[in-house]
Protein backbone atom coordinates (compact mmCIF):
# COMPACT_ATOMS: atom_id res chain seq x y z
CA UNK A 1 0.00 0.00 0.00
CA UNK A 2 1.46 3.31 -1.26
CA UNK A 3 1.95 5.95 1.84
CA UNK A 4 -0.75 8.13 0.37
CA UNK A 5 -3.70 5.22 0.47
CA UNK A 6 -2.27 4.86 4.05
CA UNK A 7 -2.68 8.54 4.93
CA UNK A 8 -6.13 7.94 3.49
CA UNK A 9 -6.89 5.02 4.92
CA UNK A 10 -5.78 6.31 8.49
CA UNK A 11 -8.26 9.36 7.65
CA UNK A 12 -11.35 7.06 7.44
CA UNK A 13 -11.46 7.66 3.91
CA UNK A 14 -12.21 5.87 1.08
CA UNK A 15 -11.79 6.83 -2.75
CA UNK A 16 -15.19 7.15 -5.19
CA UNK A 17 -14.73 5.40 -8.70
CA UNK A 18 -13.60 8.59 -10.91
CA UNK A 19 -16.84 10.07 -12.60
CA UNK A 20 -16.79 10.08 -16.48
CA UNK A 21 -17.19 13.20 -18.12
CA UNK A 22 -20.54 14.18 -18.27
CA UNK A 23 -19.97 16.63 -21.70
CA UNK A 24 -17.44 16.76 -24.34
CA UNK A 25 -14.20 16.90 -22.10
CA UNK A 26 -11.54 14.23 -21.06
CA UNK A 27 -11.42 14.04 -16.72
CA UNK A 28 -7.65 14.77 -17.11
CA UNK A 29 -4.46 15.64 -19.17
CA UNK A 30 -0.95 15.16 -18.34
CA UNK A 31 1.39 17.28 -20.14
CA UNK A 32 5.33 17.00 -19.00
CA UNK A 33 4.80 16.40 -15.09
CA UNK A 34 1.49 18.61 -14.70
CA UNK A 35 -1.43 16.57 -14.08
CA UNK A 36 -4.61 18.67 -15.15
CA UNK A 37 -7.52 17.63 -13.56
CA UNK A 38 -11.56 18.57 -14.75
CA UNK A 39 -14.07 20.02 -12.50
CA UNK A 40 -15.53 18.13 -10.06
CA UNK A 41 -18.39 18.33 -8.77
CA UNK A 42 -19.73 17.48 -5.07
CA UNK A 43 -21.37 14.01 -5.70
CA UNK A 44 -20.79 11.72 -3.12
CA UNK A 45 -22.34 8.75 -1.65
CA UNK A 46 -25.59 10.70 -0.70
CA UNK A 47 -25.66 11.63 -4.20
CA UNK A 48 -25.48 15.27 -5.54
CA UNK A 49 -25.25 18.04 -3.36
CA UNK A 50 -27.59 20.61 -4.50
CA UNK A 51 -27.67 24.29 -3.03
CA UNK A 52 -26.56 28.10 -3.71
CA UNK A 53 -24.55 29.32 -0.72
CA UNK A 54 -26.15 32.31 0.56
CA UNK A 55 -29.66 30.95 -0.40
CA UNK A 56 -30.38 27.49 0.49
CA UNK A 57 -26.98 26.47 1.84
CA UNK A 58 -24.76 27.58 4.78
CA UNK A 59 -21.13 27.79 4.61
CA UNK A 60 -20.08 24.36 6.60
CA UNK A 61 -22.89 22.81 4.25
CA UNK A 62 -20.77 24.13 1.34
CA UNK A 63 -17.32 23.33 2.82
CA UNK A 64 -18.60 19.54 2.94
CA UNK A 65 -19.62 20.05 -0.92
CA UNK A 66 -16.00 21.17 -1.40
CA UNK A 67 -14.45 18.52 0.28
CA UNK A 68 -16.32 16.29 -1.77
CA UNK A 69 -15.19 17.97 -4.81
CA UNK A 70 -11.55 17.00 -3.59
CA UNK A 71 -11.97 13.81 -3.09
CA UNK A 72 -13.58 13.73 -6.64
CA UNK A 73 -10.48 15.44 -7.57
CA UNK A 74 -7.93 12.60 -5.89
CA UNK A 75 -9.77 9.82 -7.32
CA UNK A 76 -9.64 11.14 -10.56
CA UNK A 77 -5.79 11.53 -9.77
CA UNK A 78 -5.90 8.23 -8.56
CA UNK A 79 -7.21 7.16 -12.05
CA UNK A 80 -4.82 9.29 -14.08
CA UNK A 81 -1.88 7.55 -12.17
CA UNK A 82 -3.04 4.27 -12.41
CA UNK A 83 -3.09 4.18 -8.59
CA UNK A 84 -0.02 5.42 -7.30
CA UNK A 85 -0.64 8.90 -5.86
CA UNK A 86 2.67 8.68 -4.15
CA UNK A 87 3.67 10.17 -7.71
CA UNK A 88 2.07 13.38 -6.91
CA UNK A 89 4.80 15.87 -5.50
CA UNK A 90 2.93 18.70 -5.44
CA UNK A 91 -0.97 20.12 -5.35
CA UNK A 92 -0.12 23.21 -7.52
CA UNK A 93 -3.29 24.88 -7.56
CA UNK A 94 -7.06 24.37 -7.09
CA UNK A 95 -9.91 26.48 -9.13
CA UNK A 96 -13.23 26.61 -6.78
CA UNK A 97 -16.47 27.62 -8.30
CA UNK A 98 -19.46 28.30 -5.85
CA UNK A 99 -22.98 28.57 -6.76
CA UNK A 100 -23.83 31.43 -4.74
CA UNK A 101 -26.00 34.90 -4.28
CA UNK A 102 -24.36 37.96 -5.68
CA UNK A 103 -23.96 38.68 -2.17
CA UNK A 104 -22.63 36.10 -0.44
CA UNK A 105 -19.14 36.63 0.19
CA UNK A 106 -17.45 33.72 1.92
CA UNK A 107 -16.45 31.96 -0.75
CA UNK A 108 -12.67 31.21 0.14
CA UNK A 109 -14.26 29.49 3.52
CA UNK A 110 -16.46 27.35 1.25
CA UNK A 111 -13.58 26.60 -0.97
CA UNK A 112 -11.43 25.78 2.51
CA UNK A 113 -13.17 22.33 2.12
CA UNK A 114 -11.52 21.51 -0.46
CA UNK A 115 -8.00 23.33 0.57
CA UNK A 116 -8.33 21.68 3.88
CA UNK A 117 -8.50 17.87 2.16
CA UNK A 118 -5.32 18.39 -0.05
CA UNK A 119 -3.48 19.46 3.05
CA UNK A 120 -4.34 16.60 4.75
CA UNK A 121 -4.25 13.99 2.32
CA UNK A 122 -0.44 15.05 1.22
CA UNK A 123 0.30 17.05 3.94
CA UNK A 124 3.05 20.66 3.00
CA UNK A 125 3.05 18.93 -0.51
CA UNK A 126 -0.84 20.04 -0.53
CA UNK A 127 -0.39 23.47 0.15
CA UNK A 128 -1.25 25.53 -3.42
CA UNK A 129 -2.41 28.50 -5.18
CA UNK A 130 -5.72 29.01 -5.68
CA UNK A 131 -8.96 30.74 -6.84
CA UNK A 132 -12.17 31.20 -5.64
CA UNK A 133 -15.14 32.61 -7.53
CA UNK A 134 -19.07 32.66 -7.11
CA UNK A 135 -21.05 32.03 -10.20
CA UNK A 136 -24.80 31.92 -10.49
CA UNK A 137 -25.40 28.07 -11.53
CA UNK A 138 -23.26 25.36 -11.95
CA UNK A 139 -23.14 22.24 -13.72
CA UNK A 140 -26.67 19.70 -12.45
CA UNK A 141 -27.25 21.85 -9.91
CA UNK A 142 -24.18 21.09 -7.73
CA UNK A 143 -23.61 23.80 -5.34
CA UNK A 144 -19.81 23.48 -5.80
CA UNK A 145 -17.30 22.48 -8.32
CA UNK A 146 -13.46 22.36 -8.36
CA UNK A 147 -10.32 21.61 -10.82
CA UNK A 148 -6.59 21.05 -9.93
CA UNK A 149 -3.27 21.08 -11.07
CA UNK A 150 -1.07 18.53 -9.55
CA UNK A 151 3.03 18.24 -10.15
CA UNK A 152 3.73 14.72 -10.68
CA UNK A 153 6.71 12.39 -11.29
Do not use: W
Not at 39 to 59: E, P, S
Not at 128 to 151: I, K, Q, T, W, Y
Amino acid sequence: MSATHARLKKLGITLPKAAAPVANYVPYVQTGSLLIVSGQIAFGQDGLMKGCLGKTMDVPTGQQAARLCALNLIAQANAALDGDLDRITRVVRLGGFVNATADFEDIPHVINGASDLMVEVFGDAGRHARAAVSCPNLPLGSAVEVDAMFEVQ
